[in-house]
């Protein structure tokens, strides 16, 4: 479900389009489903695809309920009721045409004489014409309505309330990241079935749809319309952040860490004192690595749980940074043998939707500081880090720019 959750719109496209509407669906609605009936090697070839096609979508559509089940009621209270009834009629639509074809598929299977396979080969291509009639009547207009709702601006659109609550309901970067997601996919996917739906339509000749060029490049063009007004709302570099931990959420990374002043961040570390400098005009070449603590399996990993991180100097790895461990504050004196996996962890989190500035909540298993926000000390002689109780966001010294690097081999 990882995978899902990181997925481009035309990485759906594609997903959706290859096999009912794509080079061998286009070929079966152009030719009608008595091409697909005789079981010839080809035409069975295409019909294993075209199953393997509607497996796929209905294990996206399967993933994209069970990511929803689990955000909580005020979030998903933000979908539209008025749209559920066009959403219902395109899933309503997708499934019957996919049955329709999937009896033709079997036909070749059952004892009938030639007479009685073309008969009910017939009686099927009527069943999916007029399917797909209807689809090219109704499904551009309730795309249209869906349209409209997933490109509203301003304070009130979806996508930007989305954003918000999903911020405010989360730990951290990538869960807030994959729970505006899941509320996005939640009408993408129903989206491209539609698109789908209308390509079908026009490949059928009987249909007679002679404006679904037009009409399926332009929700096409919608739709990439939708995903970049997503992107924008939630921040490119917290899309970034979170595509690159999903790619594989064990990986130890590059960390670059940046004050809002623009200056570095390194761990200073002598006989006599330890500490963390922020004022290093650098820039510094990967002076820090994050990595996940529990690893996690890719099939067991969720994104919309939180990524709580160790942070390490790249030159002390295993030496974690810590809070209230020093006189100065923050510090990477103890190794992670001698406190544990769960004693200084953090989570990263951007300062509101679409900004790319974060802060640092320290997570430990002790209640000493838990809970506790990293701040940069510009005023002070010796310019360091230390920590405060509780989050100012009107403090902007209490956010960083941040940057994670390939995984470390």
């Known amino acids: 479900m990882a995978s899902l959750i990181a997925s481009a719109v035309s990485t759906l496209l594609i997903k959706f389009g290859t096999g009912l509407a794509g080079k061998a669906g286009g070929w079966v609605f152009q030719e009608g489903l008595a091409a697909v009936t005789g079981g010839i090697t080809d035409t069975a070839r295409i019909r294993e695809d075209i199953a393997n096609v509607l497996k796929e979508v209905k294990q996206i559509q399967t993933s994209v309920t069970e990511l929803s089940s689990q955000l909580s009621d005020s979030l998903l209270q933000l979908r539209k009721d008025s749209l559920r009834t066009y959403i219902t009629d395109i899933e309503t639509y997708y499934a019957t045409i996919g049955d329709i074809m999937q009896e033709a598929f079997e036909l070749p299977e059952k004892k009938l004489t030639d007479a009685d396979r073309v008969r009910q080969a017939k009686g099927l291509q009527k069943r999916l014409n007029n399917r797909l009639r209807a689809c090219?009547?109704?499904?551009?207009?309730?795309?249209?309505k869906i349209n409209d709702f997933l490109n509203e601006r301003g304070s009130n659109a979806f996508f930007q309330q989305a954003a918000q609550q999903a911020l405010d309901q989360s730990d951290d970067f990538l869960e807030y990241?994959?729970?505006t997601k899941v509320m996005a996919l939640n009408y993408w996917v129903a989206y491209i079935k539609g698109i789908s739906l209308l390509q079908m339509a026009h490949d059928t000749p009987q249909v007679n749809f002679e404006e679904g060029s037009f009409t399926i490049d332009r929700h096409k063009a919608n739709v990439l319309a939708q995903e970049k007004n997503f992107r924008s709302t939630v921040g490119e570099v917290t899309i970034a952040l979170a595509e690159e931990v999903i790619s594989d959420p064990n990986a130890t990374r590059d960390l670059t860490w940046r004050t809002a002043g623009g200056t570095y961040i390194e761990a200073y570390k002598s006989p006599y004192a330890n500490y963390v400098l922020s004022g290093i005009p650098g820039p510094r070449e990967s002076a820090w690595i994050v990595?996940?603590?529990?690893?996690?399996?890719?099939?067991?990993?969720?994104?919309?749980q939180g990524y709580p991180v160790l942070i390490e100097p790249s030159d002390r790895v295993d030496n974690p940074l810590c809070a209230g461990g020093s006189q100065y504050g923050l510090d990477t004196r103890w190794t992670t043998a001698t406190l544990g996996e769960y004693q200084c962890r953090w989570f990263i989190k951007p300062r509101s939707p679409g900004e790319a500035r974060f802060s640092f909540r320290f997570l430990s298993s002790s209640a000493a500081n838990n809970g506790s926000y990293i701040v940069d000390n510009p005023a002070s002689d010796l310019r360091t880090l230390n920590y405060v109780d509780s989050l100012h966001k009107e403090d902007g010294n209490q956010f960083f720019s941040v940057t994670l690097g390939e995984p470390k081999v």
């Open 136 to 144: 090219s009547n109704d499904v551009p207009g309730y795309l249209d």
């Open 177 to 179: 990241y994959s729970k």
């Open 291 to 304: 990595k996940h603590i529990p690893s996690v399996t890719r099939e067991d990993f969720d994104p919309t």
